[in-house]
């Protein structure tokens, strides 16, 4: 989760002065943030993930005036609703960084305090929500610099005088020499194009990199735009609503851009949109597990931010315009709940006649893990997602694509199918720690997948493998027989063939008259393909195939 330090006097003053930083902490730990650290200068806040509107003071000052009953007032609107510039955006960007939203802000007064905030919320947002402005990022410029309409386009290696510097220089430069542009360089493709924003001086903006020196602000900036750009639409037009109810507690007046995309309807932000959603008292009571009772209900999502109101026997609740991270009513639910307060919500005995126990599956896995681990292995956990070769060329094993579950439309190469096996993860496992002290003994339980009549199955595999200068077909079989005695089981064997074992050194494990898995010492080729120098042994059983589990 983001830690945020801010102004304690400043968070003071926005939430309405005279409060305590003990009462300071003590509202933030109930609202579900934790204080690291407070005193008089700064205070230290981790927040939630999922609140992306609170990174800054005057987020995190709203949300402590609703709980606090000190803002009683819902919605923002506008200055007005005429768009003030006009972005046109050039079809080069349709397959790259396609989308650009904003809003102009006039009468803005900011004191160092509050433009130290608005930069440093920015940049939190940016890095965090906005995957290190990957996926999004926000630019702030000087309104009355700028001159003509604005272009949004994806532009060849230009020049512009970027932000704190003293020339110009070619946008490869920059991403080489300016401080920005080495940190956010693998932000963008240089090989397709410099997103850039223009108007009819030059370049404002090397998107998502740095600003022009010549729309820079300062707190006697009183007229800003903001520009907005990313991967998807719904992300910029909600963060250019988010923003303007930021300038509104701010006592800016923000008002409107107009995006014109190439061949397509003009688009006008912010939209300053929100949701609305219909609940029964008894849903949310149900689900929080409390009586709260209407008047109540009122009241808490009042606390939260919500304008709340009684509608045909349901409670009624207006989403704010600023709030990202509601999807569905679960979050509505879960706001009312922290404004209850969880340390007032007592837990339910569930009524039964039985004792607890635990469930024949979970107590196999118990005992099998107790077993190994005596045996000196270590439990493992990787990844179900894995591709072609390591889940099969790596291991010296034919490709079985037809019974493999792929992934669609798989962005890389290392995340192409879900393992059929658990023993490649092991063994790659054994290949990253290959130079840590020997033997080394590890051991996974959990799912493999395949295809059986064109549906995906899910089975439990347990598998292990031991890397030793001494590890041999003997000492496999040994591990393999003492777990079978574990689960009070009698071990069977056959001769087997597979080409991740050494022909002659392997055997297939027999359950009640199937195979079930595999066991013996790795195959040179195995170890040569995962780069590895010791002797292996290893053993896989599928769980499911027989029926244990």
Request: aromatic share 8%; with cysteine.
């Amino acid at each position: 989760m983001p830690n945020i330090t801010l102004e304690t006097k400043y968070l003071n003053d926005l939430v309405g002065g005279n409060i305590s930083i003990d009462k300071l902490s003590e509202q933030l730990y109930k609202l579900g943030f934790e204080v690291e650290h407070a005193d008089a200068n700064e205070i230290k806040i981790e927040v939630t993930a999922n609140r992306p509107d609170l990174l800054g003071a005057v987020g995190m000052a709203r949300a402590l005036r609703y709980f606090m009953h000190r803002q009683t007032s819902f919605i923002h609107k506008l200055k007005s609703n005429e768009p003030e510039l006009r972005i046109e955006v050039d079809k080069s960007t349709k397959t790259y960084r396609p989308f650009i939203s904003g809003l102009v802000v006039h009468d803005i007064k900011l004191s160092d305090s509050a433009l130290s905030d608005l930069f440093n919320f920015m940049d939190k947002f940016c890095d965090t929500f906005g995957r290190q402005r990957r996926k999004l990022a926000i630019g702030v410029h000087n309104l009355d610099a700028i001159k003509g309409g604005l272009k949004y386009s994806i532009a060849k290696d230009e020049q512009m005088l970027a932000l704190h510097e003293n020339e110009s220089m070619k946008y490869s430069d920059l991403m080489e020499k300016n401080e920005k542009g080495v940190k956010y360089s693998d932000s963008i493709d240089a090989s397709k194009g410099y997103p850039v924003l223009k108007d009819s001086i030059g370049t404002l903006a090397l998107i998502p990199i740095i600003n022009s020196e010549r729309t820079k602000i300062t707190s006697a900036t009183r007229n800003l735009f903001i520009d907005i750009t990313g991967t998807s639409e719904y992300l910029v037009s909600k963060t250019a609503d988010m923003l303007a109810s930021i300038f509104i507690e701010l006592d800016g007046k923000p008002s409107g851009v107009e995006v014109n995309y190439s061949g397509a309807e003009p688009k006008f932000y912010p939209q300053m949109s929100h949701q609305e959603f219909m609940l029964r008292l008894s849903e949310i009571e149900d689900e929080i597990g409390v009586e709260i009772g209407f008047n109540n209900v009122l009241s808490l999502a009042n606390k939260m931010g919500y304008e709340a109101s009684f509608i045909n026997k349901k409670i009624h609740f207006r989403v704010p315009e600023y709030r990202l991270d509601v999807i569905n009513e679960q979050d509505i639910i879960e706001d009312i709940a922290i404004a209850y307060g969880y340390d007032y919500i007592n837990p339910k005995p569930l009524p039964s006649n039985a004792a607890g126990m635990l469930e024949e599956k979970d107590a196999l896995f118990e005992r099998i893990s107790y077993a190994l681990v005596g045996m000196g292995f270590s439990e493992s956990m990787n990844s179900y997602l894995t591709n072609n070769s390591t889940n099969f060329d790596k291991m010296n094993r034919k490709r079985n694509i037809s019974g493999t579950v792929a992934v669609k439309d798989a962005k890389s190469s290392n995340i192409e199918i879900l393992r059929t096996s658990l023993l490649p993860s092991l063994m790659n496992s054994l290949s990253l720690s290959k130079h840590e002290k020997m033997p080394q003994r590890i051991f996974e339980l959990d799912m493999a997948f395949s295809v059986k009549d064109k549906t995906p199955v899910e089975s439990y595999h347990i598998a292990a493998v031991s890397i030793d200068s001494e590890s041999n077909f003997n000492y496999s079989k040994s591990v393999v027989s003492a777990l079978f005695s574990a689960i009070g089981l009698e071990l069977n064997v056959a001769e087997h063939e597979d080409g991740s074992f050494i022909p002659g050194r392997c055997a297939a494990i027999i359950i009640n008259g199937k195979t079930a898995g595999i066991f013996g010492e790795v195959h040179p080729k195995v170890l040569r393909n995962f780069s590895i120098e010791e002797p292996v042994v290893a053993f896989e059983i599928d769980l499911n195939s027989v029926k244990l589990i």
